[in-house]
């Protein structure tokens, strides 16, 4: 039972973390990260007494947050796409520049996240995000 919650809580406080991150100064994405959050917890075949509190409290919280949100399908995924691809290419540029550290690694971890939030089909973002992300990680081991 621990393993299934430890193992249900990685699908979606990762997410919800983000979300907790941005909240001050992009409610926008922040709102569809909680929203992705639900749509995984959804997914979840029998989850947890406690993943199911945490799926309610988090609708709970986008039903506050949507009337300041007023939400767009259509516009607001454009938003959080290109939300997540100027966090990409910020941490890209900090990594092509030379100057990599564990932040720039945390932001590629961010931006694959948000890039999953935007409904983004290029596939191809999120394997550079998490491939930049583990080249880092090896290289921070490594300590160089």
């Known amino acids: 039972m621990a ?6 809580k990685k699908l979606l406080l990762p997410i919800l973390q983000r979300a907790e991150e ?8 922040a709102y569809y990260c909680r ?22 409290a988090t609708f709970l919280q986008c039903e506050r947050d949507k009337p300041q949100i007023q939400p767009n399908a259509a516009q ?19 990594d092509r520049a030379g ?3 564990m932040n720039t690694c945390k932001a590629f971890y961010a931006a694959a ?4 939030v935007s ?11 998490l491939w930049e992300l583990l080249l880092l990680a090896m ?3 490594q300590g160089a």
Request: charged fraction near 35%.
């Open 99 to 101: 100057r990599a550290d």
């Open 119 to 129: 409904w983004v089909t290029a596939d191809r973002n999120i394997t550079s995000c």
């Open 22 to 29: 941005i909240q001050p100064v992009e409610p926008r994405m």
């Open 35 to 56: 929203l992705y959050a639900i749509k995984k917890g959804l997914e979840i075949p029998k989850p947890t007494k406690e993943i199911s509190g945490l799926i309610k």
């Open 76 to 94: 607001d995924r454009l938003y959080c796409e290109n939300f997540a691809l100027n966090v990409f290419r910020r941490a890209d540029k900090v």
């Open 3 to 8: 393993a299934d919650l430890e193992e249900q």
């Open 139 to 141: 290289v921070r081991r």
């Open 113 to 116: 996240i948000f890039l999953q």
